[in-house]
């Protein structure tokens, strides 16, 4: 059912009710706010080296020290941050609009095209998302944009299930076959009663999956794909980070953290917004 | 049942060589050649030559394609592209490392995750319960590989009490044990967490079902009413989660063997990309498949089992 | 319940599987066998005539022999190994015959399927032959123009048709690379690929067993002519991550660990209990190569530019003083005879040093005041990254932008020599100044199109007359001058910035004991020998 104005009252004042969710959404602004001001907030460049002063403890001048090359950690975290967030969520972007125009198009399409695709989509989703990511990226080599496309296609199943399954259960409501009887085309009757009540799903899968696709780029930059030098993320800065483990701590542990907030505001936002807007699944 | 038993190992099948066949050319994409990498930095191109034709590289790729299929038949998983040894062998020896590290992962999770979401299903939206979920949503959240890091400054090396390195000597099993305490916290606390949200949110559903209300009227001290019926009915779908998790586990577990430097199939994958080793990496990739199907293939199995009327249905 | 129970008993038989006592064989006396961990994920081959990676050169250096060697520990003295002495050379019908007596008693290891047997000439010729041989080894270049025979079955004749100075002729037939010695039949038997994971020499240790990505085990051989090994045997162990292999050592579990040329990290051992680390030559040389057929690296200019735009101090701060040391020519003075020193270079301007203001003049006065853009890959080795990054850096501040691809070691190798790179930066070790300036500088090797394709990957064709003549000269003073005028000619042409060698840096349980001095060693590692003992 789409919602009335007055529902989207009652939920809003649910999610606000909800302090997980709202810690997660506030979380999420901060990280991003951080990630954006990047520049503004960083006094030095990340990519500069030092190699007389590297692997200096914190200190006044660089709050999280420097780094095996002489660079200032806390530079390179913030703009670590704008990378991770913006694979994840460009990755999400993509991921959702292939998936979605595959789920569609499984909705829509005859008996053939739609399990044939949808088997696709059970296959690939059974399998774990970093080995599926690890075998896509060895193949297509660095590159963010690589990265990007990597993971976006790793993410692309789930959206093309949920739509799909949206389009299986709405498509067949009486109320769309009023809204066809009475003359409106296919894609009003998509626009005006499927997509809104796919929407609520898609937003929830939509924040979780922004964090799966953070998650998923932290790994593979660990193990080495991913980006060139010199641009951090925070996967490899914790990777750069290892050989110093023992000495310099710091150089891994912080990047982990920023890593751990980020995924945990999204997944935390994601949980709320499903807790609002499909309250019977859960709680 | 039998029949459903058996159409689900038939559905398997393609699905196994499917995922097999698109491994096959996925691996051969990759760039980079398998014949210098072998040779080394020194090697003529003569010497380079004679390699690529021994390994079959100059082959039309059909008939490398129908090699790779006879080879499967036979259990055949090829020779290392670099060392020329059996990669049978390899995985054979690779697999129990990540066999145990998978099977001690769920159980941690399953160990500790289940106690955890009982309970904050029971102390429903009291703090406890909160607390539960924040922490469940950072197991999460946080990179396994990362928390085996943590895990590793504090235990292996402040307190020295664990080995933080290898997969211990394999005849010894009290050797091996030690050695797969660490990794397998590491990889089952990333699972504990989703193991206690599942937990909590199966037990709350049944918790609200009629006959649990019905017995709760009888007079059934309330402690009785939750564990036997409530557990009970919630163990369904946690069965079946549990499968789900113990794929997803395997992606996390590759990254942890790396970082415990753990000779299992993890490691042997990413040495692979990293080598250019087509003939490891596929058979890696057709076993990881094998395994995954296995899994979903049991969890459906075992789904079907507990409650019966999936196979009717 | 039952349900929880059957979960249970379906774990169970599974569990003990997985924790069954499974893979390959173990050394019995766990106590005397010194267990070394490599940084490498495997090997790559243990046939001594194509073994290259330092993990493969410290395994082939235990099992085989040479005719002559390098004294365990220090390389610039040469030994008698499975010759009796070392040779002089006579003239015989215009050509150079080195003459060698073996020794008695050496015995070949048994092998699969070939048992123990005592080592003769014909052992000695056939692996001379196998190892001038392009198709079954890596090195045949340098054994071009010899011929060895068998007078007798003690008795070894190499003869040269162009007469060589001792300098230039010991280090073919020296324990490394071609010269060691292959025994004849186990290596007939088992074939190019069996000889990969199954070496059969006549070393102090015998190959016993290889786990593939895990460790190779070697036994010692008791019938060694040396004497039995103090040791019961060695375990070389691939561990790619330091972390690992540094955990390991302070555990206990290794006794010898790689390390890594980082100060840092040596400093970070210091004060451990039980734990020493040694870091000893032969420095491995960094030299930075440009491509000189590419514009704009075409104009000398642009290279005295990027040249004064590099800052060996920079280079030498990321390594750490006493692991690494800045070097002025392409062959290090420190180890080799005709090397140049710092003093020499600068004396004629051809130190080209950190000046920022110059390069970005060179740069204007060639057209390219804007800079431009190049790219490389580098291999993911810490050794090789951290040069490659710096770079990276250093170049941006006269606005020349390399971007920078990581790959694995083995990719990076395999592309150089297909000309991927613009600039190259190589690390190696190369046993004197002919080798150095031949595969490096000599027109024939141009990568790809030159004649017999190498490493010069600067596409370098002027001192071929000097390096030739130097290599003829048998008047060792006018040798090494004709290195030195050959080496000042690349510097004047700026066509390879020679950075820093890096010296091997290696940690080890306070236990063990080499059993001799750490100066230098040609196979990169310690040095594992009959003398090698564990003190526990």
């Known amino acids: ?283 | 049942m039998l029949r459903y038993v058996a159409s689900r190992i038939l559905l398997a099948v393609p699905v196994f060589l499917g995922v097999a066949t698109i491994v096959f050319l996925v691996v051969r994409v990759i760039p980079g050649d398998p014949a210098v990498a072998a040779l080394g930095d020194y090697a003529s191109k003569e010497a380079v030559e004679a390699l690529r034709q021994r390994m079959g590289l100059d082959e039309p790729l059909l008939v490398q394609y129908t090699r790779f299929l006879a080879g499967l038949a036979r259990g055949d998983l090829g020779r290392s592209m670099i060392t020329g040894a059996s990669v049978r062998e390899q995985i054979a020896h690779a697999l129990p490392y990540t066999l145990e590290l998978t099977l001690g992962a769920v159980l941690v999770g399953a160990l500790l995750g289940i106690p955890v979401g009982v309970y904050t299903a029971i102390r429903r939206n009291r703090l406890a319960d909160y607390l539960g979920r924040v922490f469940s949503l950072a197991g999460l959240s946080v990179p396994a590989f990362y928390l085996g890091i943590l895990l590793t400054l504090l235990v292996a090396l402040r307190l020295g009490w664990l080995p933080a390195v290898g997969g211990g000597d394999a005849a010894d099993a009290g050797d091996r044990l030690r050695h797969l305490v660490l990794p397998a916290l590491t990889l089952g606390l990333v699972m504990t967490a989703s193991v206690a949200r599942l937990t909590r949110s199966a037990m709350l559903g049944v918790l609200r079902q009629d006959y649990v209300r019905t017995a709760r009227a009888k007079g059934l001290a309330e402690g009785a009413v939750r564990l036997r019926h409530a557990l009970g009915s919630a163990l369904i779908p946690i069965v079946s989660i549990t499968g789900l998790w113990a794929v997803s586990l395997i992606g996390d577990s590759v990254t942890v063997e790396v970082v415990f430097a753990r000779p299992g199939l993890g490691k042997m994958m990413v040495g692979a990309i990293l080598q250019r080793d087509y003939t490891a990496l596929q058979s890696v990739m057709v076993v990881y498949t094998a395994f995954v199907v296995g899994i979903n293939l049991v969890t459906d199995l075992a789904y079907a089992w507990v409650d019966p009327r999936v196979s009717r249905g | ?536």
Not at chain 3, 27 to 40: D, P
Request: glycine share 10%.
């Open chain 3, 1 to 536: 319940m039952r349900r929880p129970i059957a979960l249970v008993v379906m774990l169970l038989p599974a569990t003990a599987l997985a924790l069954g006592p499974l893979a390959g064989p173990r050394a019995a006396g766990a106590a005397g066998i010194l267990k070394l961990a490599q940084l490498s994920s495997d090997l790559q081959t243990l046939d001594p005539h194509f073994a290259a990676t330092t993990p493969d050169r410290s395994v082939v250096d235990m099992v085989f022999n040479g005719l002559i060697r390098y004294k365990p520990g220090d390389g610039s003295v040469f030994e008698p190994d499975l010759a009796t002495a070392l040779p002089t050379a006579r003239v015989a019908d215009g050509k150079q015959v080195w003459t060698f007596q073996l020794r008695k008693g050496v015995m070949c290891h048994g092998s699969e399927g070939v048992p123990t047997y005592p080592l003769t000439s014909e052992d000695v010729v056939y692996s001379l032959q196998k190892a001038s041989d392009k198709n079954r080894s890596a090195y045949a270049a340098d054994y071009t123009g010899m011929t060895v025979d068998a007078p007798d079955a003690a008795t070894v004749r190499v003869t040269l048709d162009h007469p060589l100075s001792s300098g230039l002729f010991y280090p073919k037939v020296a324990n490394y690379s071609g010269g060691l010695i292959v025994c004849k039949k186990p290596a007939e038997k088992l074939g190019a690929d069996g000889l990969k994971t199954h070496p059969a020499g006549t070393g102090p240790f015998m190959f016993k067993s290889y786990t593939p990505q895990e460790r190779v085990v070697l036994v010692a051989n008791p019938a060694y002519f040396r004497g039995k090994p103090q040791l019961d045997g060695v375990e070389i162990r691939y561990m790619p991550d330091l972390n690992s292999r540094e955990l390991g050592l302070r555990n206990g579990q290794l006794d010898v660990i790689n390390g890594t040329p980082d100060k840092a990290w040596v400093d970070g051992l210091k004060g451990v209990a039980n734990v020493k680390v040694d870091v000893f030559g032969v420095g491995e040389v960094a030299t930075l190569f440009f491509r000189t057929t590419t514009p704009p690296l075409d104009k000398p200019e642009v290279r005295k530019a990027l040249a004064h735009a590099l800052d060996r101090q920079e280079f030498l701060a990321l390594i750490g003083q006493g692991i690494a040391e800045p070097v002025y020519s392409p062959v290090p003075a420190k180890f080799l005879p005709g090397g140049l020193g710092e003093k020499e270079v600068q004396a004629r301007g051809l130190d080209y040093p950190h000046d920022l203001v110059r390069a970005k003049k060179l740069l204007a006065d060639a057209g390219l005041p804007q800079g431009f853009s190049l790219e490389v890959v580098t291999s993911e080795l810490p050794g090789y990254r951290v040069l490659y990054e710096s770079l990276q850096a250093q170049l941006a501040k006269v606005g020349v932008k390399v971007a920078v691809k990581v790959v694995d070691h083995a990719t990076m190798h395999s592309l150089i020599r297909k000309d991927a790179n613009p600039l190259v930066i190589y690390i190696a070790w190369r046993p004197n100044a002919d080798v150095y300036l031949t595969q490096f500088f000599h027109s024939d090797s141009i990568v790809v199109s030159g004649k017999k394709p190498n490493v010069n990957f600067a596409h370098y064709d002027r001192i071929d007359g000097l390096v030739e003549r130097a290599r003829a000269e048998t008047d060792q003073a006018k040798q090494v001058q004709a290195w030195k005028d050959a080496q000042l000619k690349i510097l004047e042409d700026m066509v390879a910035y020679p950075i820093q060698y890096q010296n091997q840096v290696y940690a080890r349980s306070a236990a063990v004991d080499y059993g001799h001095e750490l100066v230098s060693v040609l196979a990169l590692y310690p040095g594992i020998t009959e003398k090698t003992r564990l003190n526990r």
């Open chain 1, 1 to 283: 059912m789409t919602a009335t104005p007055s529902e989207w009252r009652r939920r809003t004042r649910a999610f606000a009710r909800n302090r997980a969710a709202l810690g997660g959404l506030v979380l999420a602004v901060v990280m991003t706010a951080l990630a954006i001001g990047a520049p503004a907030l960083s006094r030095w460049d990340p990519v500069e080296q030092s190699a007389r002063a590297r692997l200096a403890p914190p200190d006044e001048t660089h709050l999280l020290g420097r780094d095996g090359f002489g660079r200032d950690v806390l530079a390179r975290l913030l703009h670590a941050g704008r990378i991770s967030l913006l694979v994840g969520v460009l990755a999400m972007a993509v991921g959702g609009v292939l998936g979605s125009l595959l789920g569609l198009v499984a909705g829509y399409a005859g008996r053939r095209v739609e399990q044939a695709i949808m088997r696709t989509v059970d296959v690939l989703m059974a399998f774990p998302s970093l080995l599926l990511g690890l075998t896509v990226l060895a193949v297509l080599g660095p590159g963010l944009g690589k990265m990007i496309l990597a993971i976006g296609l790793v993410l692309a199943p789930a959206f093309a299930r949920v739509v799909h399954g949206a389009v299986l259960a709405l498509a067949r409501r009486e109320f769309v076959e009023a809204a066809r009887a009475l003359g409106g085309s296919q894609g009003r009757v998509l626009g005006r009663h499927i997509l809104p009540n796919v929407l609520g799903e898609v937003v929830v899968l939509a924040s979780l999956l922004t964090a799966s696709a953070i998650r998923v780029e932290a790994n593979l930059s660990f193990i080495g794909l991913g980006v060139s030098p010199p641009t951090p993320t925070w996967g490899n800065m914790i990777r750069d980070g290892t050989p110093h483990l023992l000495n310099a701590p710091w150089l891994s542990v912080f990047p982990g953290l920023a890593i751990l907030m980020t995924v945990l505001a999204f997944n935390l936002l994601g949980d709320g917004l499903r807790d609002v807007l499909d309250p019977t699944q859960g709680e």
